[in-house]
């Protein structure tokens, strides 16, 4: 008779037919990256992370370059009232005495599965509480979530979407951005929005794609209620976008058509809905810059990142990404509409310059124009009168700013920035030119980032 002796390890028998099916499937999920495990034995392959980023800046200014809107009724003409558009600095010393604070925290969870008959599925949500200070007319300070569309539930919905291979549809990045700013308290002018869209990306190699999509206007309308009235129309944005990558290099381009009723004259003198077209285009690039093929063997194992983006727009000044200077359009009196037009870029270049340290400097700049042509305020006579009411104003700005980042370990960042803005803004009435109105002011900002 002979006695079996079972080592430490193995006096439990040996594993169970699930624990063995579970780590099969564990070691093919991470194919789709090291993080992923197996979701029981349903095919998927689940990853979650998480993350919260705290941040405080201030301005140092008292003054800033403000526009107002306003309609000079036609007693003698049927109209909606002359548009016109005034601009001033004003006193913002209220607003900007004390400090400002936010805090992003975020929660994420993506699903993978591939196989034969359906090929890629995957699906992604990510829940985020985006609470930051707000400044009352009064110059009280409030500290509230975020809310779009005036709702907190989807102020807190970040990004939800499914995909089946190329097709994707839910709560994703628009296709029309590229090149996020790597400054965090002020970023700069660039458009980088989530939005309810429906996408398709067809690879055409494996370095190179195209896409094309339908996306909700409503984050990227641009209307003040008296110039401009956009309501969400019928029909989507329509965007465009192609990407192509070289070892060292990714270049992105990108257009979007846009439409919107504008309720102007039926809301002033029940009249009908105006349509308007808009769109826009951007391109850039994202450049790896290797210091050893430009300065030689002395800058072995250096590297950077150089970002180059350029915006133009026209009806559809919400694809540009800057502050709201203008309208996407202007409405006459007498229902014409005079689309907005205008433009932004940036440039910004990353560099390590120690293992746990990374210096970032980028400058983000825009123009803006918007316009209304000659309406007559008082009836036309055979004789000479007063011009007709017509106007154009220009709106211009630019960010200068510098960054720090240290890396204390693994998933943390804390970083320190400074920059300065300024803003000019000039008009034209009535073929008279009008006085500049321009502000400058310097602003810092600190922020923690940490990721799990």
Not at 68 to 89: E, S
Request: charged letters at 20%.
């Amino acid at each position: 008779m002979s006695v079996a002796v079972l080592s430490e390890g193995a006096k439990d028998g040996p594993p169970s037919a699930a624990s063995s099916l579970k780590d099969g499937a564990d070691n093919i999920c991470k194919a789709f990256g090291p993080d992923y495990t197996a979701v029981g034995d349903s095919g998927l392959c689940a990853r979650m992370g998480g993350g919260i980023l705290v941040y405080s800046g201030k301005e140092f200014t008292d003054h800033d370059v403000v526009m107002l809107g306003q309609r000079i009724p036609t007693l003698f003409n049927t109209g909606a009232g002359a548009p016109i558009v005034y601009y001033h600095k004003d006193d913002v010393s209220k607003q900007t005495k004390n400090p400002s604070a936010g805090v992003y925290a975020f929660a994420q969870m993506m699903l993978q599965a591939q196989n034969e008959d359906m090929g890629l599925l995957r699906g992604f949500i990510r829940i985020a509480a985006d609470a930051r200070t707000h400044y009352t007319h009064d110059g009280g300070m409030v500290f509230d979530l975020r809310k779009i569309e005036n709702s907190y539930y989807y102020g807190a919905l970040d990004e939800a979407w499914v995909q089946w291979n190329g097709f994707k549809l839910g709560i994703q990045p628009s296709m029309f951005g590229f090149n996020r700013l790597p400054s965090v308290v002020t970023p700069g002018y660039t458009s980088i929005v989530t939005t309810l869209a429906a996408s398709y990306t067809v690879g055409l190699s494996r370095n190179a794609s195209i896409s094309i999509a339908m996306e909700d206007p409503t984050r990227r309308l641009m209307g003040d209620g008296i110039l401009a009235r956009p309501g969400r129309g019928d029909i989507p944005d329509i965007v465009a976008m192609a990407r192509i990558a070289t070892p060292s290099t990714l270049y992105h381009i990108s257009g979007a058509i846009r439409h919107a009723d504008d309720h102007v004259m039926k809301d002033f003198i029940g009249g009908d809905e105006k349509s308007v077209w808009g769109w826009a285009w951007s391109a850039g690039l994202q450049h790896r810059v290797k210091w050893e093929d430009l300065i030689g063997q002395g800058a072995q194992g250096v590297y950077g990142r150089f970002g180059l983006t350029f915006a133009q727009a026209s009806g559809a000044l919400g694809y540009l990404g800057v502050p709201f200077f203008a309208p996407d359009y202007i409405a006459a009196g007498d229902g014409r509409i005079f689309n907005s037009t205008g433009w932004s870029g940036l440039v910004s270049y990353e560099h390590m310059l120690a293992p746990r340290v990374k210096l970032n400097l980028n400058a983000s700049f825009f123009n803006v124009s918007m316009h209304s042509k000659g309406e007559p305020v008082i009836p036309a006579i055979d004789m000479p009168v007063a011009p007709d009411l017509a106007f154009e104003v220009d709106v211009r700005g630019t960010v200068l700013q510098a960054g720090l980042e240290f890396i204390p370990m693994p998933n943390m960042v804390l970083g320190v920035e400074g920059g300065y803005t300024t803003t000019e803004a000039k008009g034209r009435y009535v073929g008279v030119s009008g006085e500049k109105a321009s502000a400058g002011f310097p602003h810092v900002g600190v922020y923690l980032r940490k990721s799990f």
